[in-house]
Each structure stands twice: as structure tokens, then as C-alpha cells.
């Protein structure tokens, strides 16, 4: 079955600490994965996908193939950070698979 | 561009009820979806479309039905609402063509079944 998993549901951090927001998938085959996130009264939207191995506001994602995870990853966490952050897969009909999100709280 | 517009914003039904979420994007794009989010959950696709003319069920179509007579608007109906579609509804749309791109939401409309 394909699926995405999002262990926590909530993840707090002081500023300045490093983040990592976890996400394992179950898929067979070549994984497309993508990280999008919610912002306090914004919309969903994209973050960052494994495909352009990009680096956006600091955060990072790799794909680990082994470990079936793309765990997104941040070195030092701003307060401008905290949102909902959901890992999504897309599936072997070209659609996405939500994760349940984790909730990013960074204090300062 | 306003891009993914929902309309209402927030709507209480009784169970029984009628009622068509409204969602359009002004981006030329060829791929629409409705999602539902559920406290707790992840996004649950309930239909989709890849162009004027065709939709075609996700993993949660019962009790809704939609349309897409317009590249534009893919309105999304609940016939006989049920306290169990009390959820926070997504629309979204995607412009796809060899690599897979990404998908625009729009803001949400809140729905409650009584």
C-alpha cells in the first residue's frame, strides 16, 4: 500500500535549534516526494520537492531510499517557521498522498 | 491573478441539506482536485479532474459529486449532507506537462453538518 507517515504530530523548538520533521513512505518504485506548508492564516503551498534537491528558507529534504524516509530538515529554527508541515507522495497514478502533518512550534 | 478562490468561507448545514462548494483558478490550469481535512488527518482526495469535461473519483467520492463544464471552476456538490462530511474542504489546481509540478490551494471552506 502506498502511504506517508508523519510520526509527530506536534514538534517545539527554541529559536536557533535544529529542526527535523520526520516522514517515511511505503511505495514501490521511484518515490516523487514533496514537502508543503501552512503558514498561520496562509494556504497551503508547496515547500520543496526531493526532484530539484533545493534548499528553501533554509530548509533541506533527502531521500532516503533505504531508510524509505525524506525526513525535512533545518539548522537553526526561526520563529517565522512555525506552521503545519505535511510530507506528500505522489502515487502511481500521478495524485498526491497526504502525511497528517506535524505542527512546528518554534519558541524565542 | 487571484488564483484558487473557495467560496463560502464557512457554511453550517443541517443533515439532509444541499449545497455546492464553489472553486475556481484563474491560472489556466489544467489539473483540479477537492480534498477534505478532517482534525488530526491528512488531506483525503474526494474527486478530480484533468481538464474541461472530465472527473474522476479519489479515495473519498461518496456523498459529493462534481462537475468541470469550464477550465475554470470545479464546483463540488453535497446532496445529502451527513454530520460525517463536517470537515474543512480544499480545492486546488496544477498545471502538469512532463515534470510533475506543484499544486496551488485555495484558502478552505469550513463545513459543519448538524
Known amino acids: 500500500a502506498q502511504r506517508v507517515t508523519q510520526p509527530e504530530k506536534l514538534l517545539s523548538v527554541f529559536k536557533g535549534a535544529p529542526v527535523e520533521l520526520k516522514c517515511n513512505y511505503s511505495y514501490s518504485g521511484s518515490p516523487e516526494l514533496f514537502w508543503y506548508v501552512q503558514y498561520s492564516r496562509q494556504r497551503l503551498q508547496l515547500l520543496l520537492r526531493h526532484i530539484s534537491r533545493e534548499s528553501i528558507k533554509g530548509f533541506t529534504a533527502d531521500l532516503n531510499k533505504g531508510e524509505t524516509s525524506f525526513h525535512l530538515k533545518k539548522p537553526f529554527a526561526q520563529e517565522e517557521d512555525s506552521a503545519m508541515y505535511y510530507c506528500a507522495l505522489e502515487d502511481n497514478t500521478d495524485k498526491l498522498i497526504f502525511g497528517t502533518g506535524t505542527r512546528l512550534q518554534v519558541f524565542p | 491573478n487571484a488564483g484558487v478562490t473557495q467560496t463560502p468561507k464557512f457554511r453550517i448545514l443541517k443533515i439532509g441539506q444541499s449545497m455546492t462548494l464553489q472553486c475556481a483558478q484563474d491560472m489556466n490550469h489544467n489539473y483540479m482536485y477537492w480534498y477534505r481535512q478532517d482534525p488530526g488527518m491528512g488531506l483525503k482526495l474526494i474527486y478530480y479532474?484533468?481538464?474541461?469535461?472530465?472527473?474522476d473519483k479519489g479515495e473519498v467520492p461518496n456523498g459529493y459529486n462534481v462537475s468541470r463544464s469550464t477550465t475554470e471552476d470545479f464546483p463540488l456538490r453535497l446532496e445529502l449532507a451527513a454530520p460525517s462530511q463536517t470537515s474543512v474542504y480544499f480545492c486546488a489546481s496544477e498545471h502538469t506537462g512532463g515534470a510533475r509540478n506543484e499544486q496551488f490551494f485555495g484558502p478552505g471552506t469550513r463545513l459543519t453538518v448538524l
Open positions: 479532474s484533468v481538464g474541461a469535461g472530465i472527473t
